[in-house]
């Protein structure tokens, strides 16, 4: 009886560690496996960006925007070209009609009237015609160089008359002092600059009444 118990006991023993080791087989992962920890949900870069979706490029963006402002300065500047193209016709008509008024004018003003504020005048009118000259030939000239050219030539037509050559001219043919004149006055620069002025804001005026009656035929 005494050497039956303890093998009985040790048997036990043996049993129990064997039951210790089988739980901690069981327990363990497979080779090859990876224990699954707690799983982490990304936080995405920005509120409106889904967890998952690729980070948009930069470049691509820039180049969009790119392409849509020109596309639209495109449009834009095709449509004043085509605005300026459908009233370039009605611009030289009415600039000849205005060039013709104004040597009408001019004729009558230096045949009818008399006194220094009739050659004023009629000095003004001379820069009107020099502008409307050069706006119908250079259509695409600025105004405000048109305006800037018609005075120079004025002036220098004035200052060409300090040599005396147009009042010799003058009296050999008396047409040639419609153009030229006769003597130099410092007045007659003043005129000339009124006249530049005048024609510049005329002209500003009826070009922009002709984009709009032009605008509005294109629509």
């Not at 497979?30 to 967890?51: F, Q």
Request: charged share 15%.
């Amino acid at each position: 009886m005494t050497s039956a118990a303890p093998a009985s006991r040790r048997t036990q023993e043996r049993e129990l560690r064997l039951n210790v080791h089988r739980r901690a087989e069981n327990r363990r992962p497979p080779t090859g496996s990876t224990v699954a920890g707690p799983r982490r949900i990304p936080v995405s870069a920005g509120p409106c960006r889904l967890v998952g979706m690729p980070e948009p490029d930069p470049c691509a963006t820039s180049k969009n925007a790119a392409t849509s402002h020109a596309r639209k300065r495109h449009t834009a500047v095709s449509g004043s070209t085509a605005v300026s193209q459908h009233t370039a016709g009605p611009r030289r008509s009415v600039l000849a009609a205005a060039a013709a008024t104004t040597i009408v004018l001019g004729l009558a003003v230096h045949f009818l009237l008399t006194g220094a504020a009739a050659g004023l005048l009629a000095d003004a009118l001379y820069t009107v015609l020099v502008y409307l000259a050069l706006a119908f030939v250079a259509t695409r000239l600025r105004r405000t160089r048109a305006a800037a050219a018609a005075l120079a030539l004025s002036a220098a037509v004035e200052l060409f008359q300090l040599s005396g050559l147009p009042e010799r001219l003058g009296q050999a043919f008396p047409a040639s002092r419609l153009l030229l004149g006769t003597t130099f006055s410092t007045l007659d620069l003043l005129a000339y600059a009124a006249g530049a002025a005048a024609a510049l804001v005329a002209d500003a005026a009826i070009s922009r009444q002709a984009r709009t009656w032009g605008r509005s035929q294109l629509e």
